[in-house]
């Protein structure tokens, strides 16, 4: 029922013409973070066709500057390095393509294939920093489930921002979706735990818990959010079936820091990377996938309900070399 | 805040100080690690560049060479460098032009500009200013109402914005009705955008142009990466920002982004945001924060964040019952209460200096809600027992954790930390700072 986090085969005809869509769409968006990666790239290997320490210097200069971030790009380099000593790489235009697979190793590897769900309702913890977006891209998860016939109910447990209530109150209308919440200021957890009561009478097919933006290195915060969880476990075994870390593209090497975190509080079972419309972003997330084997999800590229997407490692890459 | 560059740094010098004199290679292996150090911390790769072949520069003339503490001379370039790079004084909000002032405030997407907004409000409330919150993002479901709930909170006036008014006529309305009822600064929250959505773009353009704001500042998160250049510089380039207010620094960014902004707009750091609550809103201070990231602590901060809370009189009391040796847990219970106003414990460790190169307590995160178990450990004594813990007995202990809602291992605990806390005092009466490392070492 819920497969359709991870590839939605059992409909090809639908997928392709939704996959074209995203594809131009994904190249278009990110077409300005390809523009510098890879012109980079091509007028680094323009005129080159020995592999040399200047090369891999200037290969290192750009992976670093699209924020893979020292760690993995030295990792990269280290390797194409290795090849160059064994002459298994000898030219420039087959040290891209290299490259390329290897980013795409790394961020494919942990796409994992999940079971299918059958829980009622499926519940969804979302989580992350403040202001990376966790309430719009909740927006947009359930005008996607609404558009595959589910019964979507949004719970508002941000009780601590001002009028994070009232935003995703203005995101349940739009969408369609039935919304719990209670006064600002009330305890997250209660609040979960009376919504999940309304889920399993009203028959709810999915359940988003909005959560309070929060630094994950504030110790109360995280525990008030471990709280949450074992609230949900309680009241329904097995619970919440995904929690998706929301993470800001244009975060540099600290999106690492908060995956570790989040994911050592409350265990992370995706992420969704947002505001990925912006400019030369992207390569945390090789980072992220390389270190903590979570996979990505959704990324968000854009304001309007639509703008998300399942996060295609290949149409990713493509978008970015191609 | 920039912690983990400041251990990074830390071993990199470390490593310098055991040399005798530095070498040219020396200087290359410490400044390799310092590139690496920054970048890692999220600084732009181009600015990096540029920083480090400063220091090269200036580093491999006679100044270190012929130094006799090779170590700290290069720590002494690096750190000048970096608070130059960071920029000169510090800069509060410029109130000169057009008047009423106005403030806009401008960034990407969930950077903070609404928190800022109302915390910027109070910081000028508390300096004599009549301040008048405008909410202009439009766009965002409850953006407005979440303006007005600060306001509310803050007491203060706030422009009633409604969605499906434009922006420009928000902010030329609020102008008007703030020169009628005398508010004299106006600070405006501009809707979150991408620096390259033009239409977006020329809106805050034409805002510009109507209102003739005296500060353009740019809201930025303090874990952007290395695209903090492109999107400050193209801020700057579309609207002429006057300074910037870096967010989220309570976190764990290194915050290379300070740097790189710095660099590329040239346009002064303000204020850095270091919390959630509206207060908790700082001046940036540029040789301070190279301090911190050197690991010299931010001793300055510390001793006027203490002089802003801590209460004269009873500092003074303080001082003579540690002479006296009679500090009671009374005391202590005055001082939790004075420590919970400077700030968290996180926040106050790390402006100690030494403290954070202490190995006990790398790693510590200090748990708030122990806080509020000690003070109400302490609220259930009896004054005699506050005043001499000596007598409190198995019975009393029980006593105390009943009426504290703890255990008689948490009353145990408290006691034979104050006892501890009493001894570290003495020591501090006889010599300062090494004696406590060596009580934590030890």
Partial sequence: MFKWFLKKKEEPQEKAEEESGLFQRLKDQIARTRESFVKQVDRLFLGKKEIDADLLDSLEEILITADLGVSTATELIERIREKVKRKELSDAFALKNYLREEILTLLRSPQKEGEEITASPFVILVIGVNGTGKTTTIGKLAHRFKGLGQNVMLVAADTFRAAAIEQLEIWSKRAGADLIKQKSGSDPSAVVYDALEAAQSRKTDVMIIDTAGRLHTKVNLMEELKKVQRVIQKKMPGAPHEILLVLDATTGQNAISQAKLFNSAVGITGMVLTKLDGTAKGGVVVGISNELKIPIRFIGIGEKMEDLREFDPDAFVSALFD | ?442
């Avoid at chain 2, 040239?266 to 540029?286: H, R, S, T």
């Fill in chain 2, 1 to 442: 805040m920039f912690e983990s560059l400041t251990e990074r740094l830390d071993r990199i010098f470390k490593k310098l100080r055991g040399y005798g004199k530095l070498t040219e290679q020396n200087i290359q292996d410490g400044l390799r690690e310092v590139r690496l150090a920054l970048l890692e911390a999220d600084v732009n790769y181009k600015v990096v560049k540029d920083f480090v072949n400063t220091v090269h520069e200036r580093a491999v003339g006679q100044e270190v060479l012929d130094s006799l503490t090779p170590g700290q001379q290069l720590i002494k370039i690096v750190h000048e460098e970096l608070t130059a790079l960071m920029g000169g004084q510090k800069q509060d909000i410029n109130f000169s032009g057009k008047w009423p002032v106005s403030i806009m405030l401008v960034g990407l997407q969930g950077s903070g500009k609404t928190t800022t907004a109302g915390k910027l409000a109070l910081h000028l409330r508390g300096k004599g200013r009549r301040p008048y919150l405008v909410p202009a993002d439009i766009y965002r479901p409850a953006a407005i109402e979440q303006l007005q709930k600060l306001a509310n909170d803050l007491d203060m006036p706030a422009y009633p914005s409604v969605p499906d008014m434009k922006p420009l006529d928000i902010c030329q309305r609020a102008m008007i009705l703030a020169r009628e009822k005398a508010y004299d600064t106006v600070i405006i929250d501009t809707a979150g955008r991408l620096h390259i959505d033009t239409v977006l773009m020329d809106e805050l353009k034409g805002i510009e142009a109507a209102i003739d704001p005296s500060e353009i500042i740019l809201v930025a998160d303090a874990m952007t990466g290395q695209d903090a250049v492109n999107i400050a510089e193209k801020f700057n380039q579309t609207l002429g920002l006057t300074g910037i207010i870096l967010t989220k620094m309570d976190g764990d960014a290194r915050g290379g982004a300070a740097l790189s902004i710095k660099a590329v707009t040239q346009k002064p750091i303000k204020f850095v945001g270091v919390g959630e609550k509206l207060d908790a809103l700082e001046p940036f201070y540029p040789d301070r924060m190279a301090s911190r990231i050197l690991g010299m602590g931010d001793v300055l901060t510390l001793i006027e964040k203490a002089q802003a809370t801590f209460d004269a009189k009873k500092a003074v009391e303080l001082e003579k019952k540690i002479r006296k040796e009679s500090f009671t847990l009374e005391d202590f219970r005055d001082q939790l209460q004075q420590i919970k106003k400077m700030g968290t414990l996180e926040q106050i460790i790390g402006m100690i200096p030494g403290l954070n190169k202490i190995k006990s307590l790398q790693g510590l995160r200090p748990d708030e809600s122990e806080l509020v178990r000690i003070e109400a450990i302490i609220n259930s004594m009896t004054r005699v027992e506050r005043r001499n813990y000596t007598i409190i007995n198995g019975s009393r202990r029980r006593r105390i954790a009943q009426g504290s809602g703890t255990s008689v291992q948490d009353v145990n605990k408290l006691l034979k930390n104050f006892v501890h806390m009493q001894k570290m005092m003495k020591r501090l009466k006889k010599g300062g700072l090494r004696n406590i490392q060596n009580l934590f070492s030890g």
